[in-house]
């Protein structure tokens, strides 16, 4: 992405902040991966509304990934991230 980036005619704010939104959603999903892993692994450490709360940040982001960019894979992986973690939620015994 980064050669991509440096050969094309954007201008250098506009690459260095495709780069860190770039970044900046690689990293929210490897973070919402430990916390719902961690959840996975001692289901005692959120309760339902924790959980689902959490899940409607990648919602979110999907929604508007969906609004300014379109059909877009990001907005399939934070999608369907965060339909599974409120179906996990909803499924969750007390």
């Known amino acids: 992405m980064s050669a991509v980036v440096a050969k094309s005619d954007l201008p250098s704010f506009l690459g260095t902040g495709f ?13 919402f991966a430990i916390m719902f892993a961690f959840v996975a692994i001692r289901p005692s450490a959120a309760t ?39 179906l996990g939620a909803l499924l969750k015994e007390s």
């Not at 780069?19 to 490897?30: A, E, F, G, M, R």
């Not at 339902?48 to 929604?63: E, G, N």
């Open 19 to 31: 780069k860190t939104l770039w970044l900046q959603d690689s990293v929210i999903q490897i973070v």
């Open 48 to 86: 339902k509304p924790i959980i689902i709360l959490i899940a409607l940040i990648p919602m979110t982001t999907a929604v508007l990934i969906y609004c300014f960019i379109g059909n877009f894979i990001g907005g399939h992986i934070f999608l369907i991230g965060a339909v599974a973690a409120i």
